[in-house]
């Protein structure tokens, strides 16, 4: 297996950051992803991947179309965005499709992205017409890719809520979709999974997500966005790479990110501080106080001195350089074993080693009266997944 791909999500205030980031040696991020109207805001971005040789990633959005969005929101100055709601009927009209799909194509040409996202919807239920209307927008894409003659790499975005993950909903959801991408014959699939890591089961969850993307990539490789809590167990079970934030945006969740933009829009408080031993990020406030406790501090501090030589001062000062370098190499130490067991081993050891830290942090708190909380459901879910993954495949006779 090569290495797996990481896709880093930045925002206009990381311009500085990419920049610096894209520059370095080692601990690059594989590819570049921005917000549709970040590409326009901060062109800075743009140049910094282009000049680095490193894929510059649009993506549109389109979701949002399916919600409200409040009228001053950056998104719906974009030109084939607006507030109001669409229904399915409104995006089945004859023409729509073909506007909108030629509108968020020609909108990343003009920003120099490296890939085309096509336009998508997200889609909750078999029921309820999103299916169809998702199909009309591939094959609209197509035929406006066709016209203009374009050569770029294609990334179709399948968006899903938990239970279309299930193999019994197959047939009238995954399947429609699948039969229409065989003409798109997309370079790549990105599957956006809502809601994956929540709920009372979200072992049972993870386990369809994986078992969707092992039938996805029987069409084209897969990449899982907006997965950072679930990135790695994603490319054990067969995933080209996962797409996050930094610090923000480390789990997929699209209906709670189109209610977040009925409301105007704020300014941003502190970013999330990412903990290389627990595989996740907390607020920066918890970190400074976890970090008071000397041997948490050490268990919590990344020791790699090429990625923070000043210890837990570098851990807090320049946290967003550590979130990429931080999840590149558990990625890579992930995706380097031959074996799909061993990369399962990998996997489960890890989140063993997490979780088990997390409980400890968790007890401190409650000991002490900090107001801190380690969420140990993920982890949790991670680890019964590996471990039966890692047993299942070990089981099989060779061939």
Not at 53 to 69: E, K, M
Not at 86 to 103: I, Q
Request: aromatic share 6%; glycine share 6%; proline share 7%.
């Amino acid at each position: 297996m090569d290495m797996a791909e990481l896709l880093i999500r930045v925002g206009t205030q990381d311009a500085a950051l990419i920049q610096r980031v894209l520059q370095a040696n080692d601990g690059r991020p594989d590819r570049v992803v921005v917000d549709a109207h970040v590409a326009h805001a901060e062109p800075r971005i743009r140049a910094a991947a282009l000049a680095a040789g490193i894929p510059f990633i649009i993506d549109p959005q389109t979701h949002y179309l399916q919600d409200y969005q409040h009228p001053a929101d950056p998104w719906v100055s974009l030109p084939f965005a607006h507030g109001h709601v669409l229904t399915p009927a409104d995006l089945m009209r004859p023409a729509v499709a073909a506007d909108l799909a030629a509108a968020v194509i020609d909108y990343q040409l003009e920003h120099d992205a490296t890939a085309i996202v096509l336009p998508y919807v997200h889609i909750e239920r078999v029921e309820g017409g999103w299916i169809p209307v998702q199909r009309a927008l591939w094959n609209a894409s197509v035929e406006h890719i066709r016209k203009k003659g374009l050569r770029l790499p294609v990334i179709a975005v399948i968006a899903l809520g938990w239970r279309l993950l299930d193999r019994p909903t197959w047939p009238e959801g995954l399947a429609r979709l699948l039969r229409t991408l065989k003409h798109v014959t997309p370079t790549e699939v990105a599957l956006a999974a809502s809601k994956v890591d929540a709920g009372v089961h979200p072992d049972a969850r993870l386990v369809t997500m994986i078992a969707t993307i092992r039938r996805i990539t029987k069409l084209a490789p897969v990449i899982a966005w907006q997965q950072g809590a679930l990135g790695e167990a994603a490319v054990a079970g067969g995933a080209l790479g996962y797409e996050c934030g930094i610090g923000w945006r480390e789990r997929c969740d699209l209906p709670s990110s189109m209610s977040q933009h009925r409301r105007p829009p704020s300014g941003f408080g502190p970013r999330p501080v990412y903990l290389s031993a627990l595989g996740r990020s907390l607020r920066k406030r918890s970190v400074e106080a976890l970090i008071a406790n000397q041997r948490l501090a050490a268990e919590l501090t990344c020791t790699n001195f090429s990625c923070c030589p000043q210890g837990r001062d570098a851990l807090l000062s320049d946290t967003r350089s550590h979130t990429i370098k931080a999840r590149r190499e558990a990625l890579t130490r992930v995706s380097a074993p031959a074996s799909p067991a061993w990369r399962w081993q990998q996997v489960a050891a890890d989140a063993r080693a997490r979780l088990d830290l997390a409980q400890r942090i968790n007890k401190y708190a409650d000991r002490t009266g900090l107001n801190v909380k380690v969420r140990t459901e993920t982890l949790l879910a991670v680890l019964a997944v590996a471990d039966n993954r890692r047993q299942t495949i070990s089981r099989r006779p060779a061939a």
